[in-house]
Protein backbone atom coordinates (compact mmCIF):
# COMPACT_ATOMS: atom_id res chain seq x y z
CA UNK A 1 0.00 0.00 0.00
CA UNK A 2 2.63 2.49 1.16
CA UNK A 3 4.31 1.77 -2.74
CA UNK A 4 0.77 2.64 -4.50
CA UNK A 5 0.55 5.37 -2.51
CA UNK A 6 3.62 7.11 -3.43
CA UNK A 7 2.89 5.94 -7.00
CA UNK A 8 -0.36 8.38 -6.31
CA UNK A 9 1.34 10.76 -5.64
CA UNK A 10 3.50 11.22 -7.89
CA UNK A 11 0.32 12.07 -10.48
CA UNK A 12 -0.16 15.66 -9.41
CA UNK A 13 1.94 16.55 -12.55
CA UNK A 14 -0.15 15.61 -15.51
CA UNK A 15 -3.63 15.34 -13.64
CA UNK A 16 -3.21 19.24 -11.68
CA UNK A 17 -2.55 20.72 -14.62
CA UNK A 18 -4.90 19.33 -16.99
CA UNK A 19 -7.61 20.50 -14.37
CA UNK A 20 -5.79 24.01 -14.58
CA UNK A 21 -5.20 24.33 -17.87
CA UNK A 22 -6.74 22.24 -20.36
CA UNK A 23 -7.80 23.68 -23.76
CA UNK A 24 -5.82 26.59 -23.67
CA UNK A 25 -4.14 26.54 -27.11
CA UNK A 26 -4.41 29.87 -28.17
CA UNK A 27 -1.20 30.03 -27.13
CA UNK A 28 0.36 27.11 -29.45
CA UNK A 29 -1.25 29.61 -32.31
CA UNK A 30 0.63 32.45 -31.88
CA UNK A 31 4.07 30.38 -30.69
CA UNK A 32 4.54 27.64 -33.29
CA UNK A 33 6.21 29.71 -34.99
CA UNK A 34 7.97 26.72 -36.28
CA UNK A 35 4.83 24.95 -37.94
CA UNK A 36 1.84 27.66 -39.32
CA UNK A 37 -0.97 26.02 -39.01
CA UNK A 38 -4.47 26.51 -40.98
CA UNK A 39 -7.55 26.71 -39.07
CA UNK A 40 -9.97 23.87 -39.96
CA UNK A 41 -13.38 23.23 -38.95
CA UNK A 42 -14.35 21.20 -36.01
CA UNK A 43 -14.65 17.23 -36.47
CA UNK A 44 -18.17 17.67 -35.42
CA UNK A 45 -19.15 20.53 -37.73
CA UNK A 46 -21.14 18.22 -40.19
CA UNK A 47 -19.92 20.23 -43.72
CA UNK A 48 -17.09 20.03 -45.82
CA UNK A 49 -15.16 23.37 -47.21
CA UNK A 50 -14.61 23.54 -50.84
CA UNK A 51 -17.38 20.60 -51.89
CA UNK A 52 -19.22 22.70 -54.18
CA UNK A 53 -18.15 22.13 -57.97
CA UNK A 54 -18.00 26.61 -57.52
CA UNK A 55 -14.62 25.59 -55.52
CA UNK A 56 -12.78 23.72 -57.88
CA UNK A 57 -9.45 24.70 -58.07
CA UNK A 58 -9.77 27.14 -54.69
CA UNK A 59 -8.51 26.77 -51.50
CA UNK A 60 -11.16 27.07 -49.20
CA UNK A 61 -11.63 29.21 -46.49
CA UNK A 62 -12.06 27.69 -43.29
CA UNK A 63 -15.07 29.03 -41.33
CA UNK A 64 -14.08 28.50 -37.44
CA UNK A 65 -17.60 28.77 -36.30
CA UNK A 66 -18.70 26.09 -38.45
CA UNK A 67 -20.57 23.52 -35.89
CA UNK A 68 -20.25 25.79 -33.02
CA UNK A 69 -22.95 25.23 -31.01
CA UNK A 70 -24.50 28.59 -28.75
CA UNK A 71 -22.41 27.93 -26.10
CA UNK A 72 -19.16 28.45 -28.37
CA UNK A 73 -18.12 24.73 -27.98
CA UNK A 74 -18.22 22.31 -30.93
CA UNK A 75 -21.75 20.84 -31.72
CA UNK A 76 -22.96 18.21 -28.89
CA UNK A 77 -20.35 19.23 -26.42
CA UNK A 78 -22.20 20.71 -23.06
CA UNK A 79 -22.41 19.98 -19.42
CA UNK A 80 -25.31 18.76 -17.91
CA UNK A 81 -26.10 21.59 -15.05
CA UNK A 82 -29.03 22.35 -13.59
CA UNK A 83 -30.04 25.86 -12.00
CA UNK A 84 -30.77 24.67 -8.58
CA UNK A 85 -26.91 22.99 -8.35
CA UNK A 86 -25.41 25.57 -9.93
CA UNK A 87 -26.99 28.13 -7.65
CA UNK A 88 -26.60 26.02 -5.16
CA UNK A 89 -24.15 27.19 -2.20
CA UNK A 90 -21.79 24.56 -2.48
CA UNK A 91 -20.94 25.05 -6.19
CA UNK A 92 -20.77 28.98 -5.90
CA UNK A 93 -18.22 28.32 -3.03
CA UNK A 94 -16.28 25.90 -5.13
CA UNK A 95 -15.81 29.13 -7.36
CA UNK A 96 -15.11 31.83 -5.04
CA UNK A 97 -12.34 29.57 -3.25
CA UNK A 98 -10.41 28.18 -6.33
CA UNK A 99 -10.14 31.15 -8.72
CA UNK A 100 -9.16 32.97 -5.20
CA UNK A 101 -6.70 30.27 -4.54
CA UNK A 102 -7.92 30.13 -1.23
CA UNK A 103 -5.63 26.68 -0.28
CA UNK A 104 -6.57 27.05 3.26
CA UNK A 105 -10.41 27.27 2.74
CA UNK A 106 -10.18 24.48 -0.10
CA UNK A 107 -10.93 21.44 2.85
CA UNK A 108 -13.91 23.04 4.02
CA UNK A 109 -15.03 23.70 0.13
CA UNK A 110 -14.36 19.94 -0.71
CA UNK A 111 -16.19 19.11 2.44
CA UNK A 112 -19.45 20.50 1.35
CA UNK A 113 -19.23 19.27 -2.26
CA UNK A 114 -18.96 15.73 -1.20
CA UNK A 115 -22.33 16.39 0.91
CA UNK A 116 -23.77 17.96 -1.98
CA UNK A 117 -22.97 15.04 -4.15
CA UNK A 118 -24.16 12.44 -1.80
CA UNK A 119 -27.36 14.55 -0.91
CA UNK A 120 -28.00 14.79 -4.78
CA UNK A 121 -26.04 11.90 -6.40
CA UNK A 122 -27.88 13.11 -10.00
CA UNK A 123 -26.41 16.31 -10.03
CA UNK A 124 -23.95 16.30 -12.61
CA UNK A 125 -22.38 19.56 -11.49
CA UNK A 126 -21.79 18.54 -7.89
CA UNK A 127 -19.41 15.22 -9.28
CA UNK A 128 -17.93 17.02 -11.74
CA UNK A 129 -17.02 19.92 -9.02
CA UNK A 130 -15.80 17.20 -6.35
CA UNK A 131 -13.68 15.60 -8.84
CA UNK A 132 -12.05 18.91 -9.76
CA UNK A 133 -11.75 20.10 -6.45
CA UNK A 134 -9.91 16.97 -5.49
CA UNK A 135 -7.63 17.12 -8.56
CA UNK A 136 -6.82 20.85 -7.15
CA UNK A 137 -5.88 19.15 -4.15
CA UNK A 138 -3.37 16.90 -5.71
CA UNK A 139 -1.86 19.28 -7.83
CA UNK A 140 -0.90 21.96 -5.70
CA UNK A 141 -1.21 20.16 -1.75
CA UNK A 142 -1.04 22.29 1.57
CA UNK A 143 0.49 21.87 4.55
CA UNK A 144 -0.03 18.99 5.13
CA UNK A 145 -1.66 17.41 2.75
CA UNK A 146 1.63 16.94 0.82
CA UNK A 147 3.07 14.74 3.67
CA UNK A 148 0.34 12.44 3.53
CA UNK A 149 0.88 9.59 0.92
CA UNK A 150 -2.65 8.10 2.15
CA UNK A 151 -4.44 11.14 1.64
CA UNK A 152 -3.00 11.72 -2.29
CA UNK A 153 -4.30 7.71 -2.34
CA UNK A 154 -7.53 8.73 -1.39
CA UNK A 155 -7.86 12.24 -3.28
CA UNK A 156 -7.00 10.70 -6.38
CA UNK A 157 -9.35 7.87 -5.93
CA UNK A 158 -12.26 10.20 -5.02
CA UNK A 159 -11.12 12.55 -8.27
CA UNK A 160 -12.00 9.47 -10.19
CA UNK A 161 -14.66 8.16 -9.38
CA UNK A 162 -16.61 11.92 -9.30
CA UNK A 163 -15.12 11.75 -12.62
CA UNK A 164 -16.25 8.79 -14.15
CA UNK A 165 -19.70 9.58 -12.56
CA UNK A 166 -20.31 12.86 -14.27
CA UNK A 167 -19.47 11.88 -17.67
CA UNK A 168 -21.63 8.59 -17.56
CA UNK A 169 -24.52 11.27 -16.03
CA UNK A 170 -23.86 13.38 -19.12
CA UNK A 171 -21.83 11.58 -21.88
CA UNK A 172 -22.04 15.20 -24.08
CA UNK A 173 -19.36 16.97 -21.87
CA UNK A 174 -16.59 16.01 -23.49
CA UNK A 175 -14.54 18.21 -21.25
CA UNK A 176 -14.13 15.32 -18.77
CA UNK A 177 -11.41 13.17 -20.73
CA UNK A 178 -8.83 16.11 -20.48
CA UNK A 179 -9.36 15.40 -16.44
CA UNK A 180 -10.17 11.37 -16.50
CA UNK A 181 -8.01 9.89 -19.11
CA UNK A 182 -4.68 11.76 -17.50
CA UNK A 183 -5.62 10.28 -13.93
CA UNK A 184 -5.88 6.78 -15.93
CA UNK A 185 -2.66 6.96 -17.99
CA UNK A 186 -0.95 8.23 -15.14
CA UNK A 187 -2.07 5.44 -12.63
CA UNK A 188 -1.34 2.64 -14.79
CA UNK A 189 1.87 3.27 -15.97
CA UNK A 190 2.81 3.89 -12.21
CA UNK A 191 1.30 0.80 -11.50
CA UNK A 192 2.14 -0.86 -14.83
CA UNK A 193 -1.57 -1.57 -15.16
CA UNK A 194 -1.98 -2.01 -18.78
CA UNK A 195 -5.58 -2.01 -18.96
CA UNK A 196 -5.96 1.18 -16.86
CA UNK A 197 -2.84 2.45 -19.35
CA UNK A 198 -5.19 1.52 -22.60
CA UNK A 199 -8.40 2.66 -20.80
CA UNK A 200 -6.77 6.20 -20.12
CA UNK A 201 -5.89 6.28 -23.82
CA UNK A 202 -8.97 5.55 -24.87
CA UNK A 203 -10.92 8.77 -22.59
CA UNK A 204 -8.25 10.99 -23.77
CA UNK A 205 -8.56 10.16 -27.93
CA UNK A 206 -12.33 10.24 -27.09
CA UNK A 207 -11.83 13.52 -26.01
CA UNK A 208 -9.93 14.84 -29.00
CA UNK A 209 -12.42 13.71 -31.28
CA UNK A 210 -14.93 15.19 -29.57
CA UNK A 211 -13.20 18.73 -28.28
CA UNK A 212 -9.86 18.56 -30.16
CA UNK A 213 -9.56 22.45 -28.82
CA UNK A 214 -9.98 21.32 -24.90
CA UNK A 215 -8.53 17.82 -24.66
CA UNK A 216 -5.93 18.31 -26.88
CA UNK A 217 -3.98 20.17 -24.16
CA UNK A 218 -4.21 17.40 -21.84
CA UNK A 219 -2.47 14.83 -24.24
CA UNK A 220 0.34 17.51 -24.29
CA UNK A 221 1.09 17.20 -20.49
CA UNK A 222 0.41 13.63 -20.40
CA UNK A 223 3.79 13.16 -22.58
CA UNK A 224 5.22 16.40 -22.02
CA UNK A 225 7.38 14.86 -18.57
CA UNK A 226 8.73 12.29 -20.33
CA UNK A 227 12.58 12.36 -21.31
CA UNK A 228 12.87 14.77 -24.31
CA UNK A 229 15.08 11.11 -25.49
CA UNK A 230 11.99 8.95 -25.44
CA UNK A 231 10.19 8.76 -28.92
CA UNK A 232 6.74 9.65 -27.30
CA UNK A 233 7.71 12.79 -26.46
CA UNK A 234 7.07 14.37 -29.89
CA UNK A 235 3.37 13.46 -28.89
CA UNK A 236 3.57 16.58 -26.31
CA UNK A 237 5.07 18.62 -29.74
CA UNK A 238 2.52 17.18 -32.23
CA UNK A 239 -0.74 18.36 -29.76
CA UNK A 240 -0.06 21.28 -29.63
CA UNK A 241 0.42 21.67 -33.51
CA UNK A 242 -2.97 19.86 -33.25
CA UNK A 243 -4.33 22.60 -31.24
CA UNK A 244 -3.16 25.58 -33.60
CA UNK A 245 -5.40 24.46 -36.34
CA UNK A 246 -8.45 24.01 -33.49
CA UNK A 247 -7.27 27.68 -32.33
CA UNK A 248 -5.64 29.40 -34.93
CA UNK A 249 -7.88 32.10 -35.51
CA UNK A 250 -8.78 33.28 -32.23
CA UNK A 251 -6.19 35.92 -32.64
CA UNK A 252 -8.29 37.54 -34.81
CA UNK A 253 -11.19 36.71 -32.83
CA UNK A 254 -13.00 34.62 -35.20
CA UNK A 255 -13.74 31.63 -32.87
CA UNK A 256 -15.92 31.86 -29.45
CA UNK A 257 -14.71 28.81 -27.71
CA UNK A 258 -13.71 29.20 -24.47
CA UNK A 259 -11.49 26.65 -24.41
CA UNK A 260 -9.36 29.15 -26.71
CA UNK A 261 -9.68 32.12 -24.12
CA UNK A 262 -9.47 33.88 -20.90
CA UNK A 263 -13.14 33.90 -19.55
CA UNK A 264 -14.48 33.89 -16.29
CA UNK A 265 -13.69 31.01 -14.60
CA UNK A 266 -10.10 30.83 -16.07
CA UNK A 267 -9.53 34.54 -16.06
CA UNK A 268 -6.05 34.14 -16.88
CA UNK A 269 -6.47 31.18 -19.85
CA UNK A 270 -3.83 32.59 -22.49
CA UNK A 271 -1.36 33.81 -19.76
CA UNK A 272 -0.85 30.45 -17.85
CA UNK A 273 -0.86 28.48 -20.81
CA UNK A 274 2.41 30.48 -22.27
CA UNK A 275 4.24 29.14 -18.93
CA UNK A 276 3.46 25.25 -20.18
CA UNK A 277 4.26 25.53 -23.44
CA UNK A 278 6.96 27.26 -23.03
CA UNK A 279 8.48 25.29 -20.98
CA UNK A 280 7.43 22.40 -22.95
CA UNK A 281 9.40 23.89 -25.87
CA UNK A 282 12.38 24.49 -23.58
CA UNK A 283 12.53 20.88 -22.84
CA UNK A 284 12.62 20.22 -26.75
CA UNK A 285 15.50 22.57 -27.15
CA UNK A 286 13.29 24.75 -29.41
CA UNK A 287 14.47 28.12 -28.20
CA UNK A 288 12.45 30.32 -30.97
CA UNK A 289 9.34 28.61 -29.69
CA UNK A 290 10.12 28.92 -26.14
CA UNK A 291 10.82 32.58 -26.19
CA UNK A 292 7.77 33.68 -28.48
CA UNK A 293 5.39 31.27 -26.21
CA UNK A 294 6.52 33.36 -22.59
CA UNK A 295 6.57 36.35 -24.88
CA UNK A 296 2.87 36.04 -26.19
CA UNK A 297 1.67 36.05 -22.67
CA UNK A 298 2.52 40.23 -22.29
CA UNK A 299 0.33 40.84 -25.18
CA UNK A 300 -2.99 39.34 -23.82
CA UNK A 301 -5.03 42.21 -22.61
CA UNK A 302 -5.39 40.75 -18.72
CA UNK A 303 -1.46 40.30 -18.62
CA UNK A 304 -1.67 43.37 -15.70
CA UNK A 305 -3.77 42.12 -13.66
CA UNK A 306 -1.54 37.98 -13.50
CA UNK A 307 -0.59 37.37 -10.19
CA UNK A 308 2.53 35.76 -11.86
CA UNK A 309 4.13 38.22 -13.62
CA UNK A 310 7.66 37.83 -12.31
CA UNK A 311 7.44 34.20 -12.79
CA UNK A 312 7.72 34.51 -16.65
CA UNK A 313 10.02 37.17 -16.52
CA UNK A 314 12.44 34.48 -14.87
CA UNK A 315 11.74 32.23 -17.26
CA UNK A 316 12.64 34.12 -20.03
CA UNK A 317 15.70 35.41 -18.25
CA UNK A 318 16.70 31.55 -17.43
CA UNK A 319 15.67 30.16 -20.77
CA UNK A 320 19.10 29.17 -22.24
CA UNK A 321 19.58 27.64 -18.32
CA UNK A 322 16.59 26.04 -18.53
CA UNK A 323 17.50 24.47 -22.16
CA UNK A 324 20.79 23.46 -20.67
CA UNK A 325 19.89 21.80 -17.71
CA UNK A 326 16.51 19.61 -20.02
CA UNK A 327 19.35 18.94 -22.32
CA UNK A 328 21.82 17.01 -20.02
CA UNK A 329 21.83 13.07 -18.77
CA UNK A 330 20.89 14.04 -15.49
CA UNK A 331 17.42 15.24 -14.41
CA UNK A 332 18.46 16.33 -11.06
CA UNK A 333 19.37 19.97 -12.08
CA UNK A 334 16.04 20.54 -14.44
CA UNK A 335 14.55 23.48 -13.68
CA UNK A 336 10.80 22.71 -12.35
CA UNK A 337 8.27 23.05 -15.53
CA UNK A 338 5.07 23.87 -14.90
CA UNK A 339 3.17 20.44 -15.00
CA UNK A 340 5.15 19.38 -12.01
CA UNK A 341 4.44 22.97 -10.13
CA UNK A 342 2.94 23.54 -7.07
CA UNK A 343 0.81 26.36 -8.90
CA UNK A 344 0.10 24.24 -11.82
CA UNK A 345 -3.90 25.31 -11.57
CA UNK A 346 -4.17 28.85 -10.54
CA UNK A 347 -1.49 29.98 -13.11
CA UNK A 348 -4.59 29.89 -15.40
CA UNK A 349 -7.82 30.06 -12.96
CA UNK A 350 -6.32 32.34 -10.09
CA UNK A 351 -8.16 35.57 -10.93
Not at 36 to 63: F, Y
Request: aromatic share 6%; proline share 6%; with cysteine.
Amino acid sequence: MASTAGAAGSTAGVTGSAAGAAGSAVIAAGSAATTPATPAPSADSGTAQGDSPDDAGVAPTPDPDAGVGPNGRPLGVSECYSAASSAHAASERHWQVFRGGDLAARGGMIDALSAAASAQPNEQEFALLLGLASLWRVAEPYGAESLDPFLTLETIQTAQRELERAYAMCPSDHRIPAWLGPIKIRMGRMLQDDAMLAEGFAVLEKGIEHYPGFVLFAKLLVYADLPASDPDFANAIEAVRENAVYCGTVASGLSRDPACNNHPRASHNIEGSAVFLGDMYAKAQDRAAALAAYQSAKAVPTWASWDYQDLLEERIATLDARMAAFASASTRDDLEPAWASAIQCSLCHRD
